[in-house]
């Protein structure tokens, strides 16, 4: 560098209107100097801010984890949360104003508003109501359930063979018959509840709205379904198993429910009274056999527990792994407390494979009316669901008989 450039550097470096008395490598590491003081001057700066900030995220996951230890109204998704927050105004108050103004895209099929002033349940509640449904002890837990939009639902049932024959390579073949297809149509009812609440409970914000409201509509709407899918008349209700006429086995036709006798009236056969058991199951074409099932009220149960076959074993085997159901003789059995006593003529057992036997249509949506005004102080909630059931094969159910022929 000339003298010129350095004397020219040390101008540039000192303050306007003065000249630097210091030399040019004084004033070199002096200019160094004051720029490492400021980068640690901008490093605890950034340092400073990083460690507030990591603080601030500390604080929130306490938060989080607070607030996720504790128990909540709903655990739906983010995006039914709008719902959510609107059905519970809805039922502590009446204001429908939120539902009204929600936009239903994206929502789940039964968050829709209707336009005649009943509201479907939010999600969260209709799948409470549906887990209670499936958990009762009901025909529903191992029949075919379909989800329909019309007032029924049709099965198309062929219950006849093609017939074939034998054919030599120069003979002529001969017309055969065809199969001959029945329709079983199934129409849907409406099965109602009608809860009622005071207002000062509802607007008591301490008290589970949904928790209740699901619970009361749940066990209303099980107990009447079960009932129906057994013993109904269908008469404004599903027809149940037992409504049907029951014909000796050995003279089944379709239509009817094919039976085996006990051997006496009202109870067991005194002499050999496993014996029905096995002819039951073996009535019971072998294509069915895989996935039937017993069908049975606690009482009945308790008979059926005490029999032993020609060796002294027990029949019944309970479940060994949680959750899986007792079997007789291999086969589950299904508790329902609406099939019949152990009585003289009752058909008290059904074994079968209800899957294929019995047909429960619904609608998937649970509608809900809010009624302040019919019984003041009181606020009723009509709930309304359409169900409907029948049988839909009759050669795969088969029913036990206490008579004696």
């Not at 306007?16 to 004051?34: H, I, M, R, Y």
């Not at 507030?52 to 504790?70: F, V, W, Y």
């Not at 063979?161 to 002529?172: K, Y």
């Amino acid at each position: 560098m000339s003298n010129k450039e350095t004397k020219a550097l040390g101008q540039s470096a000192a303050p306007a209107g003065q000249v630097s008395d210091l030399n040019p490598a004084a004033e070199v590491k002096t200019a160094l100097a004051g720029f490492v003081s400021d980068i640690n001057q901008f490093h605890e700066e950034i340092s400073t801010k990083l460690q507030q900030q990591e603080e601030r995220l500390t604080m929130l996951d306490r938060k989080s984890n607070t607030i996720a230890g504790r128990p909540h109204l709903a655990a739906a998704a983010e995006l039914e949360a709008p719902h959510q927050k609107a059905f519970e105004a809805y039922v502590r108050s009446g204001d429908d104003d939120a539902l009204r103004g929600i936009d239903l895209e994206g929502k789940a099929m039964s968050s829709a508003v209707a336009a005649d002033g009943g509201y479907l349940v939010d999600p969260v509640t209709a799948d409470t109501i549906k887990g209670v449904l499936n958990n009762a002890a009901s025909l529903r837990s191992v029949a075919n359930v379909v989800n329909v939009e019309g007032t029924a639902y049709d099965v198309l049932i062929d219950q006849g063979d093609l017939i074939t024959g034998w054919a030599s390579e120069t003979g002529s073949a001969s017309e055969t018959g065809t199969p001959q297809i029945d329709r079983i149509s199934i129409p849907l009812h409406e099965l109602s509840a009608l809860p009622k609440v005071s207002q000062r409970l509802l607007d008591d914000s301490a008290f589970d709205i949904e928790g209740w409201l699901a619970g009361r509509i749940a066990d209303k709407f099980s107990r009447a379904e079960s009932g129906a899918f057994i013993n109904g008349d269908g008469v404004e209700k599903p027809v149940g198993i037992l409504n049907h006429t029951a014909v000796d086995n050995t003279s089944w036709t379709w239509g009817n429910l094919g039976y085996v006798a006990t051997g006496e009236a009202g109870d067991f056969n005194a002499t050999n009274p496993a014996d029905a058991i096995f002819d039951l199951i073996y009535a019971l074409g072998a294509d069915y056999r895989a996935n039937a099932v017993f069908v049975m009220n606690s009482k009945t149960v308790g008979a059926v527990r005490k029999l032993k076959d020609a060796d002294g074993r027990f029949l019944w085997s309970d479940a060994t792994v949680a959750g899986e159901p007792a079997r007789l003789i291999g086969y589950p059995v299904l508790i329902v407390e609406d099939m019949p006593d152990i009585g003289a003529d009752s058909h008290s057992i059904a074994f079968g494979d209800f899957a294929a036997g019995y047909t429960i249509a619904e609608r998937p949506d649970t509608r809900i009316l809010r009624d302040p005004f019919s019984a003041k102080p009181h606020v009723l909630f009509y709930a309304t669901k359409r169900v409907g059931g029948d049988v839909s094969d009759f050669a795969a159910i088969k029913l036990l008989k206490f008579s004696v022929s």
